[in-house]
């Protein structure tokens, strides 16, 4: 993994919660580059978030809210949020439910930025 | 009977606080004999006016009199000291329905038949309120001059109910709502076609990860923010709102819009 990928991903690792982060093709759902606790199945997650956050870029296209910038999902002992950087690459969080995250929404968007 | 009767005539003329004061004004009522039974009502409610089968008591009695307002009086009496009371639910039920107020209605009589689930007045009753429900609603589908359809009648009175909320089925196919964005106009129906897919990811995707059941998804855009939860095991409410409305409202505008779906889906489904 190269140090501007890495470096993008501590910066969201280190937020309280996290359990991972991810860079994602956004195309195929395949690892770009991975941060990730020993438990968290780093493929599942990646292929999981692309298709999700294909599916609900058509649904905010189709009600002209635009391609979105930020999508977060909610569930009872977790949270998957996505963010979406240049040239189809994803970047991708997940944590537990008391994740922080208004914090790894602006560390996420920091590195996306720094993707560019 | 006539021993039972003499025997709480009895109890209740040597104490008028004892319980028995119950079945007597019950008996009393039943015999038509409404002045005596208030009598005894009242006398029992002197020394247990917290007692919320009393003021029950009494507003039947009260009811049978046709005095309304003071059968209406006694049974929020009887809620305040018991929430859950089936028969001010019931009677309260009963009233509002003679007055009109159907929603209220269909509420009370819910509330009493969670209380009493066998209680087959109250089944007969909620079948008739909601009949009348359903007739209202009809009425209001075929009303040229409102123009208002059952689609309009989800969310009514919650901010932005006929143009950003939206309810439907886990097959895409809309119940109830509508999104319109000007000046496209009316979007439903393709973002409920594709919001049917994202929410079987979002399950898919909880799942797998063992995140646990989930529970909403917030999507946010230039132009508009989306948010879609599950206000029950088959149904999606899809909000809509421009990107100024802060993620903390969105959140409370879709709990009260769910609270407004879980109870129409009820009313549907009666």
Known sequence: MTTRFRLALDSITRVRGVHGALLVAGDDGLIIAEALMEKVNGKAVAALAASLAKRLRRSMEACKAGAPHFMHLQAQDGTLVVVPAPDGVLVVTVGDARMNVGLVRLEMLRAAEALA | MVDEYQRLWETVTRDPGHLAFLPLGEH??????????ARVAVGGLEQHPELADGHDLYARILTDMGDFEAADEEWRVALEVDPHHPGANKGLGFLRFRGGDLDEALEHLENALAAAPTDQA???????????????QLEQSTDPISGASAQDLVFTGLAGSDEGMLLVDQRGRILGGRLRVPPTGDVSEPVAAYLAGATQEAERTSRMLELGEWQWIVGEGPS?????????????????????VPGGRLAMLAERAGAAARQWLMRQSL
């Open chain 2, 224 to 244: 508009g923010n989306i948010y879609v939860t599950p206000p029950t095991d088959e149904t999606l409410l899809v909000i809509l709102r421009d990107r100024g």
């Open chain 2, 122 to 136: 109250v089944v007969r009753a909620l079948h008739a309120v909601r009949d009348a429900v359903n007739d209202a």
């Open chain 2, 28 to 37: 009393l009522r039943r015999r038509g004999e409404l002045e005596s039974a």
